[in-house]
T-cell receptor, first 114, second 113 residues
Framework: SQQGEEDPQALSIQEGENATMNCSYK?????LQWYRQNSGRGLVHLIL?????REKHSGRLRVTLDTSKKSSSLLITASRAADTASYFC??????????????FGQGTILTVHP | DSGVTQTPKHLITATGQRVTLRCSPR?????VYWYQQSLDQGLQFLIQ???????AKGNILERFSAQQFPDLHSELNLSSLELGDSALYFC????????????FGAGTRLSVL
């Protein structure tokens, strides 16, 4: 079953604008990761944030994590048409028995218009 | 290119049949994961192997089985196929079996007719 919810389900913006996607999850986590998927293709890892971190940056990406609210957000600044894709958050649970299993959210479909 | 190779890219078969999906992990990665992506269920974890041994199991049907060979490649076997098994099947690999970044293959699109 899906760990969390992502919102919005779909986001449509113009090039140059910022895109913000949110993710909520249900259990205690070890880390939270964001992945991108271009239409029907494999997932590409974007960024990982550990449960003891609150914010992380990578290029045009900024991720925040609020473990008290069990939520995360992904901000893509100065978006480009090439950013058009589905974005998924994925968590690895705290505790020793889940190993590296990723539990994915439902994803946000981002469309960036030139 | 993630370095994870999946074959075949597309598979079309009939209900009741059996298929094998193959995955070669990135060089040096010991852990292999299988995921299923469908419109109604989203991305679901199926099973994880680490250095030849099963490490974790998710929502994998009894009709499905997997193994990881000594050269670390993995195969996912799907039998008695049903229409609902039509989906994208992804393999991912990581260096260890722990909670770290996974690198995904391009997937195998299975269509059961």
């Amino acid at each position: 079953s899906q760990q969390g919810e992502e919102d919005p389900q779909a986001l449509s913006i113009q090039e140059g604008e910022n895109a913000t996607m949110n993710c909520s999850y249900k259990t205690s986590i070890n880390n939270l990761q964001w992945y991108r998927q271009n239409s029907g293709r494999g997932l590409v890892h974007l960024i990982l944030i550990r449960s003891n971190e609150r914010e992380k940056h990578s290029g045009r990406l900024r991720v925040t994590l609020d473990t008290s609210k069990k939520s995360s957000s992904l901000l893509i600044t100065a978006s480009r048409a090439a950013d058009t894709a589905s974005y998924f958050c994925a968590t690895t649970n705290a505790g020793g028995t889940s190993y590296g299993k990723l539990t994915f959210g439902q994803g946000t479909i981002l469309t960036v218009h030139p | 290119d993630s370095g994870v190779t999946q074959t075949p890219k597309h598979l079309i078969t009939a209900t009741g049949q059996r298929v094998t999906l193959r995955c070669s992990p990135r060089s040096g990665d010991l852990s292999v994961y299988w995921y299923q992506q469908s419109l109604d269920q989203g991305l679901q974890f199926l099973i994880q192997y680490y250095n030849g041994e099963e490490r974790a199991k998710g929502n994998i049907l009894e009709r499905f089985s997997a193994q990881q060979f000594p050269d670390l490649h993995s195969e996912l076997n799907l039998s008695s196929l049903e229409l609902g098994d039509s989906a994208l099947y992804f393999c991912a690999s990581s260096v260890s079996g722990g909670k770290n970044i996974q690198y995904f293959g391009a997937g195998t699109r299975l269509s059961v007719l």
